[in-house]
T-cell receptor, first 112, second 116 residues
Framework: QQQVKQSPQSLIVQKGGISIINCAYE??????FPWYQQFPGKGPALLIA?????SEKKEGRFTISFNKSAKQFSLHIMDSQPGDSATYFC???????????FGAGTQVVVTP | GAVVSQHPSWVICKSGTSVKIECRSL??????MFWYRQFPKQSLMLMAT?????????EQGVEKDKFLINHASLTLSTLTVTSAHPEDSSFYIC????????????FGPGTRLTVL
């Protein structure tokens, strides 16, 4: 049972463009939603995270939009750069649970 | 801050041997550590959750006798793959939850295991 569904599977965007990755979750008890960036052969790195009490969080070129009623959240990468080419994973968790439920991942390629 | 290391970064072993992978939180104490397995172009699959001083909790389908986890201190957890076989070849990643941020996980760089 996949509790977090992530789309698209892959994404190609031109340098300077906006990359948008979407995730949908089922369990309304989830209260923490992080995004991770992973380069080939490396471990995931925490990028940005949000709680359901806010609808948007921005850190630099990365923005999370959160829609609690729709049970969806998305990552926007503004002014995409070739160095942003990586696989991005969304996740959902409950503070009382501790474990993360990961999405399937999105491979982003930023062309020069 | 919040740096997690793993050792070794890659290992090749013969079928039937055991391999130990270390996971350390370098600049924080970890209330909980997690072990994941990742196949190429796939998501992270949680294998087990461990807390210092107590037995690990394994996910359904993960053989606890094959993947031994020891959480000896608040900064060190080890995963031992016993009697490794080629199908155990994978990318193993650990993560740690710091006491100062109990809702998140910081990941190690991963260990590439190849069993011949």
């Amino acid at each position: 049972q996949q509790q977090v569904k992530q789309s698209p599977q892959s994404l190609i965007v031109q340098k300077g463009g906006i990359s948008i990755i979407n995730c949908a979750y089922e369990n309304t008890a989830f209260d923490y939603f992080p995004w991770y960036q992973q380069f080939p052969g490396k471990g995931p790195a925490l990028l940005i995270a949000i709680r359901p009490d806010v609808s948007e969080k921005k850190e630099g070129r990365f923005t999370i939009s959160f829609n609690k009623s729709a049970k969806q959240f998305s990552l926007h990468i503004m002014d995409s750069q070739p160095g942003d080419s990586a696989t991005y994973f969304c996740a959902a968790s409950m503070r009382s649970w501790g474990k993360f439920q990961f999405g399937a991942g999105t491979q982003v390629v930023v062309t020069p | 801050g919040a740096v997690v290391s793993q050792h070794p970064s890659w290992v090749i072993c013969k079928s039937g041997t055991s391999v130990k992978i270390e996971c350390r939180s370098l600049d924080f104490q970890a209330t909980t550590m997690f072990w994941y397995r990742q196949f190429p172009k796939q998501s992270l699959m949680l294998m087990a959750t461990s807390n210092e001083g107590s037995k690990a909790t394994y996910e359904q389908g993960v053989e606890k006798d094959k993947f031994l986890i020891n959480h000896a201190s608040l900064t060190l957890s080890t995963l031992t793959v016993t009697s490794a076989h080629p199908e155990d070849s994978s990318f193993y990643i650990c993560s740690a939850t710091p006491s100062f941020r109990p809702d998140t996980q910081y990941f190690g760089p991963g260990t590439r295991l190849t069993v011949l």
